[in-house]
C-alpha cells in the first residue's frame, strides 16, 4: 500500500473487541437483545478493514453466565472469520466469565487457575491478564499474578507489550457506579507497568467507549458488542441500551499507538469515493494526488 502522507504503514493492526455476553441456547439478552448477531455483525464489518488485523483481542466477559455452550458458540462464529483474516485470537477473562468453562471451552484445558496468557504477534507482545474475582463482580490482580507479569515483563518484546484486561485501571467521571466494581489497588498494577516496554492496555466491562493514562501508558476502554452504557442518562444512574455498539482498531507504529472506533452500524451514506479512486491513487504522481484531494476546486472537491 502506497504511503500518501508523512507516516509509514503501521507495524501491527490490532482488533479490539469485547464484552459480548454470549448467552447458551441463543436466548436473548433480556430478552430483546441478539448478542450473537451483533457480534456476527462486527465480525462482517472488521472482514472489510484493510490492512486485515493480525490479532483479534476480546477483553472480557465473552458469556453472560459462564456457560460451556456458550463458549462453544463462540468460537464457532469468531474463529474461523479469524482464520480468514489470518489473525491470532486472544482471550480475556471478564467478571461474567467462569475460569473453569472458560479454559475448557476456550483453551481446551483443564487448569481453572488464574488464566494469564502470553501470545506473541509478529514481534508484537500481548499479554491477557485475568482481573476476575470468582463470585464478584469487581476486579483484582493477586499478588502471584503482579509477579508473574513482572517476570514477563522483565524482558522487552521486539516491538513492545500490549496489556488485554476487562477491568480499566482509570477513573470513572460517566460511569460512577462502575466505581463499585472497579479494579481494585491499581497502585500495585502502576509498580509493575511503570518504566517497562508496555505501550499500551485495552480493557472493556464499562459497555462505553473513554480513554486514559495509566502508569504513562495510554488505556482504550472499547464499548461492548452486545448493548452498551448511554453516558448521560436521563433521570438514571444507569442505563444499558441497544445501540452504539463498536469495536476499536488499533495502529501500532515505533513511537505511537492510534485508536480507531469502529460501530458495528452504519449512517445512511451521504457523500462517497469510490474504490477506483483508491486504484488510481496508487499510480498517478503522489503531487497530482494531493492536488486532487487538497484543492477546493478540484474535481474531488467540487
Known amino acids: 500500500m502506497r504511503q500518501l502522507g508523512q507516516y509509514a504503514a503501521p507495524r501491527h493492526a490490532v482488533a479490539h473487541l469485547s464484552d459480548p455476553h454470549l448467552i447458551g441456547g441463543g436466548a436473548l439478552h433480556y430478552g430483546i437483545v441478539d448478542n450473537a448477531a451483533h457480534l456476527r455483525r462486527a465480525l462482517e464489518r472488521l472482514a472489510a478493514v484493510r490492512p486485515a488485523p493480525q490479532a483479534l483481542v476480546f477483553t472480557g466477559d465473552l458469556a453472560d453466565r459462564g456457560e460451556p455452550d456458550a463458549y462453544e458458540t463462540l468460537r464457532s462464529i469468531v474463529e474461523p472469520a479469524a482464520a480468514e483474516m489470518g489473525a491470532v485470537v486472544v482471550w480475556t477473562m471478564g467478571n461474567h466469565d467462569e475460569r473453569g468453562p472458560f479454559a475448557r471451552g476456550l483453551h481446551d484445558s483443564d487448569d481453572d487457575g488464574f488464566q494469564d496468557r502470553v501470545h506473541e504477534v509478529d514481534g508484537l507482545r500481548i499479554v491477557a491478564l485475568d482481573t476476575s474475582v470468582p463470585g464478584y463482580h469487581h476486579g483484582e490482580l493477586r499478588r502471584e499474578q503482579l509477579d508473574w507479569l513482572a517476570g514477563v515483563l522483565a524482558t522487552p518484546a521486539e516491538h513492545g507489550t500490549l496489556l488485554a484486561m476487562h477491568h480499566p485501571p482509570l477513573p470513572l467521571p460517566m ?7 472497579e479494579l481494585h489497588d491499581q ?26 493514562t495509566f502508569a504513562g501508558v495510554p488505556v ?20 444499558g441500551v441497544d445501540g452504539a455498539q463498536a469495536f476499536t482498531m488499533v495502529h501500532t507504529y515505533d513511537d505511537r499507538l492510534v485508536h480507531t472506533l469502529v460501530p458495528l452500524e452504519t449512517g445512511p451514506e451521504v457523500t462517497h469515493l469510490g474504490t477506483d479512486i483508491a486504484e488510481a491513487l496508487e499510480t498517478v504522481p503522489l503531487e497530482q494526488a494531493r492536488e486532487l484531494a487538497s484543492s477546493k476546486t478540484s474535481q474531488f472537491n467540487t
Not at 460511569?175 to 466494581?181: K, N, T, V
Not at 507497568?193 to 480513554?211: F, K, S
Open 220 to 239: 482504550s476502554v472499547v464499548p461492548a458488542t452486545c448493548y452498551t452504557t448511554d453516558p448521560a442518562p436521563l433521570d438514571r444512574l444507569v442505563s
Open 187 to 212: 497502585q500495585a498494577l502502576a509498580e509493575v507497568v511503570a518504566g517497562t516496554d508496555v505501550r499500551g492496555i485495552l480493557a472493556g466491562h464499562l459497555h462505553l467507549a473513554t480513554w486514559s
Open 175 to 181: 460511569l460512577r457506579a462502575a466505581e463499585l466494581i
